[in-house]
């Protein structure tokens, strides 16, 4: 006749207390995943105890808290079981008879019955020889710390001795057992690697049992991070750590646990030996390093890191392209690990013949300027932070010529007033409606010249009365014909110059078609002195341009003003 005995707690972990463990580490193993809840396990599978003993047996898991366990009875198991009663943890435990005789407790979801079990412990009331019980798993031991050896002796009238020996250890290891005449031992093992350790227990009666303990020995990881580091902020700085250990490694990972104030730098990546660090503030940091192992053993070590100051980093635009004359916006950045005290615009280089002025405003990041004539232009933007610091960057700024003709001139005195003519092809002579220069072509007035609407007409641009320059009379869409360069020198203090003149045919670029000069005219007034330039003519056929230069046997072609006035 089959009889259960069905225990139900109340407890988070279900427990039925005793004072023995199993005669092997062998688990009874965790149930089936419910619902996607972790399994329920039950211990060791099997238990040993004397007649009258106790069991103490634990069910853990997420599940363990709505089962039961149950105890089955059949023909080999004592038939006088006492019924439970309370723990002092507030578990459960079980007197045995003095019946020798097996049974087996198992744990279910629902109590239904031995078919129903998700795990099962078989418990066996030892009469006669002492049964050594050891685990039949290993021993995890990290090397240098006492761990328990997890072993028992049993007897139905008590162990009179125990004896544990050292069987194998690795080359050059030991092992000490404290203390080394009872089963409930812990071992100290000294290197990594496979021991074997031999526990002899022995009765009243003489008899003997043994068994063997299996001790894995351990080491955490074994770490070594740099030393001290100096870097400037914003500077990327490459960190290796040492790793090893006598398993894998799990899990690594880098943190900052000590930081500047407003500081958001962290290490990059965060799971590898090694990583990257850019401090982006001024003062010590410290990085910290944690390494987990397969063993579950951690070791962690800690770089410092004290960063110092940088100048600003600052940012530029690229290249910008441009037309003489137009107005285009600039807008730099500037990042720094303190406060940016100042920002700066300045013309670094521009064109030999330029008169253009520094960006402005000049002291905030975005700013405007102006190209006065074809080239390249250098614009410096500079910021100085609080530390006296500094960071530069620069912009090229190309202009370049969008017209069909486009003549620039420019002299060496400044207080000295220079004149620009250019003559349409159907003129015959200089200082007249068919010639353009100051007295009829400043911006503003319109000299129809072509059938063209406005594109074909000239329009001087620039017109400088007292300085070096520059000026330029541009045409959008020559006609057909030749058109002619000519240079007066008007008036000033000092009419003595050197003037070079640059002719642009229709290609963007900042390269000319042709260059004249620089030639030497002088001022009028001054007897026997030249003061008018035929510089050169320029022939268009379509898109077609021929220049052509006016010098006469390798002088240039000039004379006076009231001799071309009437001379083309």
């Excluded at 050891?134 to 240098?144: N, R």
């Excluded at 125990?162 to 100290?188: H, K, L, N, Q």
């Excluded at 129809?448 to 329009?459: I, K």
């Amino acid at each position: 006749m089959r009889e259960r005995r069905v225990w139900k707690s109340a407890c988070v972990a279900l427990l039925l207390l005793a004072a023995c463990g199993g005669k092997t580490s062998l688990r009874a193993g965790p149930s089936a995943d419910r619902d996607g809840a972790e399994a329920v396990d039950c211990g060791r599978a099997e238990r040993f105890a004397p007649p009258g003993g106790t069991v103490r047996l634990e069910a853990t898991g997420a599940n363990a808290d709505d089962g039961v366990w149950e105890i089955a009875i059949d023909s080999a198991a004592p038939e006088d079981l006492h019924d439970p009663i309370e723990g002092e943890d507030g578990g459960w435990s079980v007197e045995m008879s003095v019946e020798p005789g097996a049974y087996q407790v198992g744990w279910s979801a629902d109590g239904g019955g031995p078919s129903a079990w998700e795990c099962v412990v078989t418990i066996h009331v030892i009469v006669g020889p002492p049964v050594a019980v050891c685990p039949d798993g290993e021993v995890v031991a990290e090397v240098g710390k006492q761990t328990s050896l997890e072993a028992e002796a049993v007897d139905d009238k008590g162990v009179t001795a125990a004896r544990w020996d050292v069987i194998a250890v690795p080359a050059g290891a030991t092992a000490m057992v404290s203390p080394p005449d009872a089963a409930d031992a812990s071992v100290t093992v000294s290197a990594t690697g496979a021991y074997v350790l031999r526990l002899t227990v022995e009765d009243a009666d003489g008899s003997t049992d043994t068994c063997d303990a299996r001790v894995r020995g351990v080491a955490p990881p074994v770490l070594e991070c740099p030393g001290a580091i100096m870097a400037p902020t914003g500077t990327k700085v490459s960190i290796q750590a040492g790793v090893t250990d006598d398993g894998s490694i799990e899990s690594l990972a880098w943190s900052v646990t000590e930081r500047p104030k407003a500081s958001s730098a962290k290490p990059s990546p965060v799971n590898k030996a090694k990583t990257t660090f850019r401090p982006d503030r001024v003062g010590e940091y410290t990085l910290h390093l944690e390494v987990t192992d397969d063993d579950g053993l951690t070791s962690s070590c800690d770089v410092l890191l004290d960063a110092v100051p940088t100048g600003p980093v600052v940012m530029c635009p690229p290249t910008v392209e441009t037309s003489p004359l137009t107005t285009i916006q600039l807008s730099a950045t500037a990042t720094d690990d303190g406060t940016i005290v100042s920002t700066t615009w300045d013309l670094a280089t521009r064109p030999l013949g330029s008169a253009s002025v520094d960006p402005a405003p000049a002291h905030a990041p975005t700013t405007s300027f102006r190209p006065d004539i074809v080239g390249t232009y250098t614009l410096t933007f500079t910021a100085i932070d609080d530390d006296g610091n500094e960071g530069a960057c620069t912009t090229l700024v190309n202009a370049v010529p969008k017209e069909g003709l486009r003549v620039e001139m420019f002299w060496s005195t400044d207080r000295t007033d220079m004149d620009l003519h250019l003559l349409h092809p159907s003129a015959t002579r200089w200082f007249y409606e068919k010639d353009c220069y100051y007295s009829n072509c400043p911006v503003g007035f319109n000299l129809m010249w072509g059938p063209g609407g406005t594109v074909d007409d000239p329009r001087l641009d620039l017109d400088d009365t007292d300085g070096f320059g520059p000026e330029n009379i541009n045409i959008d869409v020559p006609e057909n014909g030749t058109y002619r360069i000519g240079v007066h020198a008007f008036n000033g203090r000092r009419a003595d110059s050197n003037v070079t003149v640059r002719v642009y045919c229709g290609a963007r670029s900042t390269v000319p078609d042709a260059t004249f000069g620089p030639v030497l005219l002088h001022g009028p007034n001054r007897q026997s002195q030249n003061d008018f330039w035929r510089v050169a003519d320029v022939t268009f056929v379509g898109n077609d341009c021929t220049i052509a230069d006016l010098a006469e046997n390798g002088q240039p072609n000039i004379g006076k003003a009231f001799e071309a006035e009437m001379a083309r």
